[in-house]
């Protein structure tokens, strides 16, 4: 299994980002998926979380309410919506997937930058 992230960049705070999870390989073994972000210096940590089927997700308190989880099993793309960024949302997020067996797939992350 292979994940990518894409859409990361540059946004002021207030702004809004759509990052995406795609996914290869052996898709078929991926259950929950999740995106996890690290800032400098910080210890790597849960944004947000979404069941095999989408129906549902659950979410850090600190992004509760601006960001939305979703996935696409038919396209084996996982999204993370964001809005009203903040500049402590500034990390490198990455893409999270658990398998049949319990094996953590990790992508190489995209990075978020949100000025004040």
């Known amino acids: 299994v292979q994940l990518v992230e894409s859409g990361g960049g540059l946004v002021q705070a207030g702004g809004s980002l759509r990052l995406s999870c795609a996914a290869s390989g052996s898709t078929f073994s991926i259950n929950a998926m999740g995106w996890y972000r690290q800032a400098p210096g910080k210890q790597r940590e849960l944004v947000a979380a979404i069941t095999s089927g989408g129906g549902s997700a659950n979410y850090a308190a600190s992004v509760k309410g601006r960001f939305t989880i979703s996935r696409d099993n038919a396209k084996n793309t996982m999204y993370l919506q964001m809005y009203s960024l903040k500049p402590e949302d500034t990390a490198v997020y990455y893409c999270?997937?658990?398998?049949?067996?319990?094996?953590?797939?990790w992508g190489q992350g995209t990075q978020v930058t949100v000025s004040s």
């Open positions: 999270n997937g658990v398998g049949n067996d319990l094996y953590d797939y």
